[in-house]
């Protein structure tokens, strides 16, 4: 995890350095304040440039949480979705986890209580709320993705606010134990689809999983088509995609996907690749993070996935 934050640390920094994202995105990226249990929380929104002559319009709304001890400042320029939510017209919203610097989180039950701990799940839905009172969303369009911490809080929130979520997709992270052993969801429990996005070497958070922290990819993926769907996993209904566009960046990616009722489930598969977001830039800077695809685009392989889930 220590690598990841130096890694994105160098990114913010190269990307102030010449003028990328924040500059070039300034006027239509603000960062806003909410007061949630008498913590000052924040988050960053960026609309599309058509949002202002659109005045009828109403928009789909994307979460994008970033991984522990970063910010959403970073998790913006690392993950570039602003770029896509332009080509797609939908809105990004970038919201920040509480602590110092080094210390921002998101409570998916490690290292905290998952009751008692930092309301993040609370704080999602009244961050909802606000956009939903201040922004034209179309409410049966809300997403979530995330990396790593933020990848593990979206499963969470899957979970929990599966009523407010029609789909997640959660980057370098699969299910958390505390997450399927919580039977308590916030409101009516409904199913959402997932995308699970996970590299077969990442040394962080393992594709194999973790005894008591984690389930294993696969797992995650069987787990969430039997929430959906109240069944086991048919393999029958599984389809798979192989895709390697790049031969030359050491990776390729399959894509597995059960076509199991209205809410889907996806396995994205990046065989050799690290704890990264594929298609981003590869600031590795010799960090074992792991190699970085260029095989596929991950923002428009997540969009993709998103578009065929309303609520």
Do not use: C
């Amino acid at each position: 995890m220590k690598s990841l934050q130096l890694m994105l640390r160098a990114i913010l920094t190269i990307s102030v350095i010449t003028g990328l994202s924040l500059a070039s995105t300034a006027a239509i990226a603000q960062e806003i304040g909410l007061t949630h249990k008498e913590e000052k929380r924040r988050y960053i929104v960026y609309t599309p440039a058509s949002y202002v002559n659109n005045p009828d319009k109403k928009y789909p709304l994307v979460l994008n949480f970033h991984g522990g001890g970063m910010s959403m400042r970073e998790q913006m320029l690392y993950t570039q979705m602003n770029k896509t939510a332009e080509q797609f017209d939908f809105i990004m919203v970038y919201p920040q986890g509480l602590g110092n610097v080094g210390k921002q989180d998101w409570n998916v039950g490690f290292g905290t209580s998952y009751h008692e701990g930092t309301d993040d799940v609370g704080f999602t839905d009244s961050l909802l709320n606000q956009l939903e009172k201040n922004l034209r969303i179309d409410t049966s369009r809300i997403y979530a993705t995330g990396l790593s911490r933020g990848g593990f809080f979206a499963q969470r929130l899957a979970a929990e606010l599966s009523h407010r979520f029609a789909a997640v997709a959660s980057v370098g992270a699969s299910l958390p134990i505390p997450v399927e052993k919580n039977k308590t969801p916030r409101g009516e429990k409904k199913p959402v689809g997932v995308m699970i996005v996970m590299g077969t070497a990442d040394q962080v958070v393992a594709y194999t999983g973790k005894a008591e922290g984690y389930l294993s990819a696969i797992a995650s993926y069987e787990y969430w088509i039997q929430q959906n769907t109240g069944k086991a996993r048919d393999t029958s209904l599984d389809t798979k995609r192989y895709i390697n566009r790049d031969p030359n960046d050491g990776t390729e990616v399959d894509i597995l996907e059960n076509k199991a009722g209205a809410f889907q489930t996806s396995l994205v598969s990046v065989h050799q690749g690290g704890h990264t977001w594929a298609g981003a830039d590869p600031f590795n800077i010799g960090l074992p993070i792991g190699k970085t695809s260029n095989d596929i685009n991950l923002n428009e392989v997540i969009w993709q996935f998103f578009q065929k889930h309303r609520r």
